[in-house]
């Protein structure tokens, strides 16, 4: 476990003072600046409650590369992208379903996923368009995040190191 910066404190103790609240926040930071371990230390207090997380990447291969980080830290993980096959995921959807996941990390449809007491939805990369479905049925998991954060009552934390105008907008509202 690395030790935080007081800026990644900051930010962190922000977010884990209005865990069970539906708020969003921009975490905006150049590439290298530390955003992960932000993520694995509001994390790590959700699952201390008791709660799950998700976090949503772009690609497949940040999937695997942000995973292989996570296993070092956390147990009770689940992954979910395109790039598995189709009894792998049932697998995992089973395993997210009968509540023995307490991490799920996956691409936009693990936005999906049937995690019944989300604590942190975290969306990396959110400027990135990968995260728009296109093809029927059409959905941008951004718009789905807020909406399970609404549900669940938890905080959706939009990490980016080029967030698009809109976003950056909203976060200086």
């Known amino acids: 476990k690395k030790v935080l ?35 694995m230390e509001i994390i790590e207090k959700v699952l201390k409650e008791g709660k799950q997380a998700l976090l949503l990447v772009p690609e497949i291969t940040l999937a695997s590369q942000i ?33 023995e996941v307490d991490i799920v ?18 969306i990396d990369e959110c400027h990135s368009d ?7 049925p059409r959905y941008d998991s951004l718009d789905v995040a807020l909406f399970r954060s609404e549900r669940h009552n938890c905080p959706v934390i939009l990490g980016s190191a080029t967030p698009t105008l809109t976003q950056f907008a909203k976060a200086r509202r």
């Open 5 to 39: 910066t007081d800026e990644q404190k900051s930010v962190s103790c922000e977010v884990i003072n209005n865990l069970g609240k539906s708020i969003t926040y921009l975490l905006y930071g150049v590439t290298g600046s530390g955003k992960t371990e932000v993520y």
């Open 67 to 99: 995973t292989k980080r996570f296993c070092k830290r956390f147990s009770n993980i689940a992954v979910l992208h395109s790039g598995l096959s189709d009894g792998e995921k049932y697998d995992e959807y089973r395993r997210i379903k009968r509540g």
């Open 105 to 122: 990390i996956g691409a936009r449809s693990a936005i999906f996923a049937p995690l019944e007491n989300i604590g942190v939805i975290i």
């Open 130 to 136: 990968t995260y728009k479905q296109d093809n029927m």
